[in-house]
């Protein structure tokens, strides 16, 4: 039987092998990153189109919405069921927003009082909306346009 030794890689220049190491290691990484992404939330339906999802969301779809005030004062944070009429007001609402672009988190933070409206849907699935002149919607933050942006949600 043959022995195999080092000399065998003599004839092959010092950095031969780094090519493939690199490749190696690039796969890998974007076989983990797809592996990551696939476990996040589906949002893919409210990031994309929000226009489209947001106008398309009907009342008789919501089970509850639930208004979520931080003001940063000891009584904060507040929460509240909205009623069957606001929840109806806020659907309106919903239905007159037109976005312009998404922008990046850290572009969209600001200081002071937020309020956080989690709407749950008889499906099971929930969304959270931040209303604002950057609004949140998920994880996703949009800029509104300037011609409703002074549009305020009705509760």
């Known amino acids: 039987m043959q022995k195999i030794s080092a000399g065998v890689f003599k004839n092959f220049p010092r950095f031969f092998f780094i090519?493939?190491?690199?490749?190696?290691?690039?796969l890998t990484l974007t076989a983990c990153q797809f592996e990551d992404s696939s476990l996040?939330?589906?949002?893919?339906?409210?990031?994309?189109?929000?226009?489209?999802?947001?106008?398309k969301i009907q009342i008789s779809d919501i089970k509850q919405i639930e208004r979520i005030?931080?003001?940063?004062?000891?009584?904060?944070?507040?929460?509240q069921n909205l009623?069957?009429?606001?929840?109806?007001?806020?659907?309106d609402w919903m239905h007159q927003l037109r976005f312009r672009e998404e922008i990046s988190r850290k572009e969209a933070l600001s200081s002071g009082a937020v309020t956080y409206y989690h709407i749950f849907f008889l499906d099971?699935?929930?969304?959270?909306?931040?209303?604002?002149e950057i609004m949140q919607i998920n994880d996703t933050y949009y800029r509104l346009n300037t011609e409703v942006s002074t549009i305020k949600p009705p509760c």
């Not at 090519?19 to 690039?26: C, D, G, K, R, Y």
């Not at 005030?69 to 929460?79: E, F, H, L, M």
């Open 83 to 91: 009623s069957k009429e606001e929840i109806s007001a806020f659907t």
């Open 124 to 132: 099971g699935s929930k969304l959270t909306i931040s209303p604002g």
């Open 19 to 26: 090519p493939f190491l690199l490749a190696f290691l690039f």
């Open 69 to 79: 005030s931080i003001t940063g004062g000891k009584d904060s944070p507040t929460s």
């Open 40 to 55: 996040r939330e589906d949002t893919t339906t409210f990031s994309k189109i929000p226009k489209q999802y947001l106008s």
